[in-house]
């Protein structure tokens, strides 16, 4: 009995030396809350990152049309329809960026593809480090080690929140950990999860500070449409407007947000030639195109889909407003800003939890965290999803995450059951 | 039901654009191809644009059996939810701008797109262009369209319903476009990159921090040297027929 225990032990052994790479790789800590969201009837999901829209019909009826034509059974090249391509190049150029649709722009499986594939393109062994902030985007830091490299954090700064004020970058921070070994800074703008929009300014230092260490600028703009205060009247300036950086931006968007098409799997990436050029090579390997009806409903989307985001823009604005109401009855446990840009509202803790709650799900990390502890009470105590501020980097922790992406009603009722459970 | 209401709006869209055209009678430049439509189309309008000459393009996609006749009469489709009510509103407003509207355009700039055989025919019943570009040939629609040579064909329609007058503007570095010259009874000026019998030639193109420099060689051998603030072959295309209308039309 002794030897086969150890048999298997060693077995056991001989597979996890397979797995030496993907062994300090987690999987996202928003799957983690809402897998233990699912077990628990009538619970209510403030955590998920979606908007509550069905993508819009006009995008829906190409998709059938195209599959209808018979033209999504075969691949497309690996950059993606060149139709689809042209139609990205016109829009780009709207929004002042100017990209060869040939050679420059490739469309992805999402967001996350794009941004796997630059990376693995561009860190090396001895530039293998990658600079995002915290908080930020949860699984970028994964996306870093999938892709070989070490995400290294840089803070951003919390706002004072009794002036308006907004979540700043701490350039000392950033000056003291950028270096020879950075092989790029990544940042998603509008951020995620504080909806902060970085500034003109900010974005040009950050550039600056970037080209002294010959690193790439990675600008993850998968949120870029929803703007809210004074500042959406005007478009958002991004760094691949600037044509001398073309050859250091590589800018992802994303169809899942700004036209409802999460499940679609279907954005795109855009750089100079020379970068592109390799990272399509890695796309390739990944994936070897975005799926071809999404690209159909892509284009849809970017020919007819502007009405359907401004009236998302507006509910979301709605939401928001309904979203920060339910806030100010909770002054006594969250202090929070309104968020300008994107669908979350990242409050900071001012309570301890009722209960210490261990799950065997949960690292040690976790169940120290305070933002999981609050997280875990509401879930298990109002039934409400929220994210642990914790999945966005070490200046997440002590706030959670919620989302006005998600239904009114949703928000209305989850935020009432937050006041009540917290209110007891 | 739907389908006859649907021929029903086509033929009605068809008459007025018809009733309007020959009203205001515009100089039509029609730009045809499977790729790079949309920047040729801009990059003409932008000149015409800048020589405060009055003309105006297809809005978005607009440019088949609907969206073509839209395009001649300045409409595009509201937002009106009701499919019915949309569709009055914008018989309504077609009738009106067919009957009333002023002698204003001078210069239509129309991209016409094709995706089954025959398409071409009916385009050609709403309007007959005076100067057509061709831009390129490739399989956009292997559903409807067996080979490259079968969408060649229709757009052979397109350069022999050109009038002894008019013109077209051919790629020539697209071996299929260059072999519609035989159906032209108009002039033919071509265009390209590749091709040293082109007409207007661009060469020496070097991309700059902030787009391309190139020199065009002239039917008349002139070299001169442009600067554009745009990446990709395409846009050198695009400023080659901009200048061809530039110089051989305007």
């Given at each position: 009995m002794d030897a086969r225990a150890n048999g298997?032990?060693?077995?056991?052994?001989?597979?996890?030396?397979?797995?030496?790479?993907?062994?300090?790789?987690?999987?996202?800590?928003?799957?983690?809350?809402e897998l233990l969201a699912s077990k628990i009837p009538d619970v209510i999901s403030l955590a998920q990152g979606i908007p509550s829209f069905d993508t819009p019909e006009i995008v829906?009826?190409?998709?059938?049309?195209?599959?209808?034509?018979?033209?999504?059974?075969?691949?497309?090249?690996?950059?993606?329809?060149?139709?689809?391509?042209?139609?990205?190049?016109q829009k780009l150029a709207e929004d002042g960026m100017y990209y060869d649709f040939e050679k420059e722009i490739i469309a992805i499986a999402g967001s996350i593809e794009g941004i796997t594939a630059s990376l693995i393109s561009i860190i090396e062994p001895e530039k293998n480090e990658v600079i995002i902030f915290s908080p930020d985007y949860t699984s970028y830091s994964e996306a870093i080690k999938v892709a070989g490299g070490k995400p290294v954090f840089v803070n951003l700064t919390e706002p004072a929140y009794s002036q308006r004020d907004d979540w700043k970058i701490d350039f000392n921070d950033l000056k003291a950990k950028i270096n020879s070994r950075t092989a790029a800074i990544m940042f998603s703008n509008p951020n995620n999860p504080t909806g902060a929009i970085f500034t003109k300014d900010d974005l040009l230092k950050i550039a600056e500070l970037a080209a002294g260490a010959n690193a790439l600028l990675i600008s993850d703009e998968v949120y870029k449409d929803f703007l809210y205060a004074e500042i959406g009247k005007e478009k958002m300036f991004s760094l691949a407007q600037i044509p001398e950086l073309r050859k250091k931006v590589i800018r992802i968007f994303s169809f899942s947000k700004a036209y409802s098409m999460a499940g679609w799997r279907?954005?795109?990436?855009?750089?100079?030639?020379?970068?592109?050029?390799?990272?399509?090579?890695?796309?390739?390997?990944?994936?070897?195109?975005?799926?071809?009806?999404?690209?159909?409903?892509?284009?849809?989307?970017?020919?007819?889909?502007?009405?359907?985001?401004?009236?998302?823009?507006?509910?979301?604005?709605?939401?928001?407003?309904?979203?920060?109401?339910?806030?100010?009855?909770?002054?006594?446990?969250?202090?929070?800003?309104?968020?300008?840009?994107?669908?979350?509202?990242?409050?900071?803790?001012?309570?301890?939890p009722k209960h210490k709650i261990v799950l065997d799900v949960l690292t040690q990390r976790q169940i120290d965290s305070p933002s999981w502890q609050v997280a875990l009470d509401l879930l298990y105590g109002a039934k409400v999803a929220v994210v642990p501020g914790q999945a966005f980097g070490p200046a997440g922790e002590?706030?959670?995450?919620?989302?006005?992406?998600?239904?009114?009603?949703?928000?209305?009722?989850?935020?009432?059951?937050?006041?009540?459970?917290?209110?007891q | 039901m739907i389908k006859i209401a649907k021929k029903f709006i086509?033929?009605?869209?068809?008459?007025?654009?018809?009733?309007?055209?020959?009203?205001?009678?515009?100089?039509?430049?029609?730009?045809?191809?499977?790729t790079n439509r949309y920047w040729i189309k801009e990059a003409i309008?932008?000149?015409?644009?800048?020589?405060?000459?009055?003309?105006?393009?297809?809005?978005?996609?607009?440019?088949?059996?609907?969206?073509?006749?839209?395009?001649?009469?300045?409409?595009?489709?509201?937002?009106?939810?009701?499919?019915?009510?949309?569709?009055?509103?914008?018989?309504?407003?077609?009738?009106?701008?067919?009957?009333?509207?002023?002698?204003?355009?001078?210069?239509?700039?129309?991209?016409?797109?094709?995706?089954?055989?025959?398409?071409?025919?009916?385009?050609?019943?709403i309007v007959r262009p005076q100067i057509v570009v061709l831009t390129s040939i490739t399989l956009i629609y292997p559903e409807n369209f067996s080979s490259l040579d079968?969408?060649?064909?229709?757009?052979?329609?397109?350069?022999?319903?050109?009038?002894?007058?008019?013109?077209?503007?051919?790629?020539?570095?697209?071996?299929?476009?260059?072999?519609?010259?035989?159906?032209?009874?108009?002039?033919v000026i071509t265009y390209g990159i590749n091709n040293q019998k082109a007409d207007y030639l661009a060469k020496d193109i070097i991309k700059v921090a902030d787009g391309q420099e190139f020199k065009i060689q002239t039917p008349e051998m002139e070299i001169r040297t442009l600067k554009i603030k745009r990446f990709g072959l395409h846009h050198i295309c695009a400023s080659l027929v901009e200048q061809i209308i530039l110089e051989k039309i305007i």
């Amino acid at each position: 009995m002794d030897a086969r225990a150890n048999g298997r032990r060693r077995a056991w052994q001989r597979v996890k030396s397979m797995f030496q790479r993907t062994q300090n790789i987690n999987l996202s800590p928003i799957k983690t809350i809402e897998l233990l969201a699912s077990k628990i009837p009538d619970v209510i999901s403030l955590a998920q990152g979606i908007p509550s829209f069905d993508t819009p019909e006009i995008v829906k009826r190409a998709a059938i049309k195209a599959l209808n034509r018979g033209v999504v059974a075969k691949y497309s090249l690996a950059y993606g329809l060149y139709e689809l391509r042209e139609a990205i190049e016109q829009k780009l150029a709207e929004d002042g960026m100017y990209y060869d649709f040939e050679k420059e722009i490739i469309a992805i499986a999402g967001s996350i593809e794009g941004i796997t594939a630059s990376l693995i393109s561009i860190i090396e062994p001895e530039k293998n480090e990658v600079i995002i902030f915290s908080p930020d985007y949860t699984s970028y830091s994964e996306a870093i080690k999938v892709a070989g490299g070490k995400p290294v954090f840089v803070n951003l700064t919390e706002p004072a929140y009794s002036q308006r004020d907004d979540w700043k970058i701490d350039f000392n921070d950033l000056k003291a950990k950028i270096n020879s070994r950075t092989a790029a800074i990544m940042f998603s703008n509008p951020n995620n999860p504080t909806g902060a929009i970085f500034t003109k300014d900010d974005l040009l230092k950050i550039a600056e500070l970037a080209a002294g260490a010959n690193a790439l600028l990675i600008s993850d703009e998968v949120y870029k449409d929803f703007l809210y205060a004074e500042i959406g009247k005007e478009k958002m300036f991004s760094l691949a407007q600037i044509p001398e950086l073309r050859k250091k931006v590589i800018r992802i968007f994303s169809f899942s947000k700004a036209y409802s098409m999460a499940g679609w799997r279907i954005g795109f990436l855009h750089s100079d030639e020379e970068n592109i050029n390799e990272i399509l090579k890695v796309h390739d390997s990944l994936v070897t195109c975005a799926p071809v009806i999404a690209q159909h409903a892509a284009m849809a989307a970017l020919d007819f889909g502007g009405e359907e985001i401004i009236k998302f823009v507006n509910e979301f604005k709605n939401r928001r407003e309904i979203m920060l109401n339910y806030l100010s009855e909770l002054s006594d446990f969250f202090e929070c800003q309104s968020p300008l840009g994107s669908y979350y509202v990242f409050p900071k803790i001012k309570f301890k939890p009722k209960h210490k709650i261990v799950l065997d799900v949960l690292t040690q990390r976790q169940i120290d965290s305070p933002s999981w502890q609050v997280a875990l009470d509401l879930l298990y105590g109002a039934k409400v999803a929220v994210v642990p501020g914790q999945a966005f980097g070490p200046a997440g922790e002590n706030h959670i995450r919620l989302s006005f992406g998600r239904s009114r009603k949703d928000i209305e009722q989850g935020m009432a059951r937050i006041i009540k459970y917290l209110k007891q | 039901m739907i389908k006859i209401a649907k021929k029903f709006i086509r033929w009605k869209l068809k008459i007025f654009a018809k009733a309007y055209l020959s009203r205001v009678k515009p100089l039509v430049i029609v730009i045809a191809g499977t790729t790079n439509r949309y920047w040729i189309k801009e990059a003409i309008l932008q000149s015409l644009n800048n020589k405060k000459l009055s003309a105006r393009g297809n809005k978005k996609n607009f440019n088949a059996e609907i969206g073509l006749p839209l395009s001649i009469l300045g409409l595009q489709p509201n937002n009106e939810k009701s499919k019915l009510t949309r569709w009055i509103k914008i018989l309504g407003k077609a009738l009106a701008i067919a009957v009333f509207a002023k002698n204003k355009t001078k210069y239509l700039v129309l991209e016409m797109a094709i995706d089954r055989p025959h398409d071409m025919k009916y385009l050609l019943s709403i309007v007959r262009p005076q100067i057509v570009v061709l831009t390129s040939i490739t399989l956009i629609y292997p559903e409807n369209f067996s080979s490259l040579d079968l969408i060649a064909k229709e757009y052979s329609k397109l350069i022999s319903s050109l009038p002894k007058t008019g013109k077209a503007i051919l790629n020539a570095d697209d071996e299929r476009i260059i072999l519609l010259k035989e159906s032209a009874a108009s002039e033919v000026i071509t265009y390209g990159i590749n091709n040293q019998k082109a007409d207007y030639l661009a060469k020496d193109i070097i991309k700059v921090a902030d787009g391309q420099e190139f020199k065009i060689q002239t039917p008349e051998m002139e070299i001169r040297t442009l600067k554009i603030k745009r990446f990709g072959l395409h846009h050198i295309c695009a400023s080659l027929v901009e200048q061809i209308i530039l110089e051989k039309i305007i």
